[in-house]
């Protein structure tokens, strides 16, 4: 723990265990969409590279492992850092490059329509579904998950995150 003074009498104890996020950011969560991507924002990043550093010991993760858990009759959307393959086309089955929005820093998985298909879920093109993630300890270690059964749905419409993503994909091919 650390013990920071402020002005006056008060003290605050700060925990450095506690992951940080952006002052006036939005909480963490992601957005999934059809046909299998998954768009996080900015304190997703964050907890995607603390995670990545408990498990890998490196701020700087490329890959990660998407997977489903059933706990308690709910299902969580597991996205667990992964160390790069020496062969992208020989890669481990669930592993999916990490690609990240220029401007934001914000964490963007393509590729995951194979995943959904083999559990049976069927994503509406017309929908995103929206949910918090949070920090969590998978069998391998350090992970981010997001509860899948509480995902809310909104309505999909082309905005400038969706379009910058789409042009960092072409960017970074």
């Not at 002052?23 to 046909?35: E, I």
């Not at 083999?118 to 918090?132: G, S, V």
């Not at 949070?134 to 809310?152: F, L, Q, S, Y």
Request: hydrophobic share 35%.
């Amino acid at each position: 723990m650390v013990v920071r003074n402020l002005k006056g009498t008060r003290t605050i104890v700060v925990n450095p265990e506690r992951i940080q996020f952006p002052l006036y950011g939005d909480a963490p969560h992601w957005r999934v969409g059809s046909p299998g991507t998954i768009l996080g924002n900015v304190a997703s990043g964050v907890q995607i590279v603390e995670a990545s550093k408990k498990r890998l010991g490196t701020p700087d993760p490329t890959w990660v492992k998407v997977t489903f858990r059933e706990v308690g009759g709910e299902y969580y959307l597991l996205v667990s850092p992964w160390p790069a393959p020496a062969d992208p086309a020989k890669r481990e089955p669930d592993t999916y490059p990490l690609k990240y929005n220029s401007r934001a820093k914000a964490p963007i998985i393509r590729g995951l329509k194979a995943l959904f298909e083999a559990t049976k879920m069927q994503l509406r093109a017309d929908m995103w579904y929206e949910m918090e993630s949070e920090p969590a300890e998978d069998e391998g270690g350090a992970a981010v998950c997001a509860n899948w059964t509480k995902a809310t749905t909104s309505p999909r419409t082309e905005s400038s995150d969706e379009a910058a993503a789409g042009q960092q994909e072409t960017e970074t091919k």
